[in-house]
Nanobody, 123 residues
């Protein structure tokens, strides 16, 4: 699976962005997908994940209620809608694929990673 993330940019606090992650490869539709982020000087952290069917989603407490993860298996794409953005959301956002569909909140469970897209939220 190859992943290509896009949609990052500069936005003011309170604004919105939608990230996209386009995947190639036949395993996408059977893989759980996740978004992670890494802020400068900090470790990579879990943001959100979605099961292969799209039925179940998981969120970090810091983004719950503001971010929404979704997927379109027909388009081999996963999305992250980010609303009410805060300066502390500033980070490089990575999408990742978890073909084993286990431990969706753990980065070590994800076998494939995109290149990352930078989100900067100004105050």
């Amino acid at each position: 699976v190859q992943l290509q993330a896009s949609g990052g940019g500069l936005v003011q606090a309170g604004g919105s962005l939608r990230l996209s992650c386009a995947a190639s490869g036949r395993t996408f539709s059977r893989s759980a997908m996740g978004w992670f982020r890494q802020a400068p000087g900090k470790e990579r952290e879990f943001v959100a994940a979605i099961t292969w069917s799209g039925i179940t989603t998981y969120y970090a407490g810091s983004v719950k209620g503001r971010f929404t993860i979704s997927r379109d298996n027909a388009k081999n794409t996963v999305y992250l809608q980010m609303n009410s953005l805060k300066p502390e959301d500033t980070a490089v956002y990575y999408c990742a694929a978890n073909p084993r569909n286990v431990r969706l909140g753990s980065s070590s469970s994800y076998d494939y990673w995109g290149q990352g897209t930078l989100v900067t939220v100004s105050s």
